[in-house]
């Protein structure tokens, strides 16, 4: 089968023959009748020729002769027009006032120019006309109230185990299983653990553990594994004593009044430095408070200022009096017969777990005050009865207090897996035995 290529012609071997090889390769290569190249072909030419492929190489069959480029079709003749040329030439008038056209009807009389008609006499508009008035009426304004001064969100407690796993890895391996029951729940549930294995060795017919001598183990142990435990936690509170949580600070100390935390002298200097640090912290923390209070009421945030009152930093701490009259009355203002159903849910679900909710005392209820205010009502009605009396609501004595509602969280649907898992108890029931040995005396 031919194909056309293009060779090089590389040398005259003065037999009728030429010597090619690929142009711009070394190969392929052959040898081409001189016939078929024209008489002023030299070394160094390439040309495009037909040649044929077989098994005994590459044969040459004809040259093939390359048309130049040249012009397709017909070219057109440019006539020259008799005629003188004349330049197009372009001069802006300048704009008056007698060129704008007037906004109204285009049809109608011009009103500026020297034929213009003379404007009406504009009348001043009048509250009837207010009424009549056909046009788009505005959209009321609003003002978004300023901004709360931001305090840091504080730090949860992420104590290491740092002391727990070395007090766990110089216990046997026999004893392990049960310090780490012990740590976690305590000697009950190291004597339920013996409990529920015992149970099951005896259905096995097998000998039953001895349950005195791990409750004594668990007993000695537990000592050494609270104040690991405590001295992990404290050591955590430590390094973040400045963005700590205030509960999770609290939570430490008092674990440190713990008799067999306060029995290690290992733990007594680290206590001393966290109480110290936690009454310092709830001073701090207690102005904060109180000046967040007093921000929110001056910028007129009511609901924000009740709910920051409902969390103490410290419980028992008397609300100032001054403070408390202006917030009590912020949030009457704010409970009247003008405001919306909506409004006053939000006031009366705020005000019903503040310190001083026995302060306010609206003077007037929306009219029509709807099923979702009257259940509001209903619901915290234990708490403030005296504004549940204006709803006609009475509460029933022994009535118990509700809880605050917690903010709801829009419900994000998972994707659904391509193949359905193999399912799986939702609850663990078996336990673990506890591989141990009875101590010798």
Known sequence: MSRRIDIELTSNRNDGSWSWRAAGAKAPKGIVDAKLLASSAKTGDVLKVEADFDLDGITVLSVVNVKEKGHR????????????????????????????????????????????????????????????????PRRPSYVAPPELPKRPAAKRLKPKR????????????????????????????????????????????????????????????????????????????????????????????????????????????????????????QESSQTQWLADIAAAIDVSRIVRALKISSEPPKAGQPFPAELGAKLAQAATSALSSEKAPDRWIAVLESVAFSPVRAQVKPTSIPENPGEALLATVKRVASMVPHIASLFGVVVAPGSSAPRPLRPTRPVRQKPKPATKPASKPAVETATAPIETETPTS
């Open 73 to 136: 079709g017909t070219l057109l003749e440019v006539l020259v027009s008799e005629k003188d040329f004349v330049p197009v030439t372009q001069k802006l008038a300048e704009k008056g006032k007698s060129d704008r056209k007037p906004r109204g009807d285009s049809k109608g009389p011009r009103r500026d120019g020297p034929n213009a008609s003379p404007r009406p006499p504009r009348t001043p508009r009048t509250p009837d006309a207010e009424k009549t008035d056909d046009r788009r």
């Open 162 to 281: 740092t002391h727990r796993t070395a007090v766990l890895a110089a216990l046997p391996e026999e004893q392990r299983g049960v310090a780490e029951r012990a740590l976690d729940g305590g000697i009950k549930a190291v004597r339920d653990a013996v409990k529920i294995q015992n149970d099951q060795l005896r259905k096995d017919g097998k000998p039953e553990v001895p349950a005195e001598g791990l409750i004594s183990m668990a007993q000695e142990l537990l000592p050494k594994l609270r104040v690991a435990d405590w001295l992990d936690k404290a050591e955590a509170a430590k390094a973040d004593i400045e963005h700590l949580d205030l509960r999770d600070l609290r939570s430490v100390v008092v674990a440190s009044d713990d008799p067999m935390v306060v029995r290690d002298e290992s733990t007594r200097v680290l206590a001393s430095e966290l109480k110290l640090a936690l009454k310092s912290k």
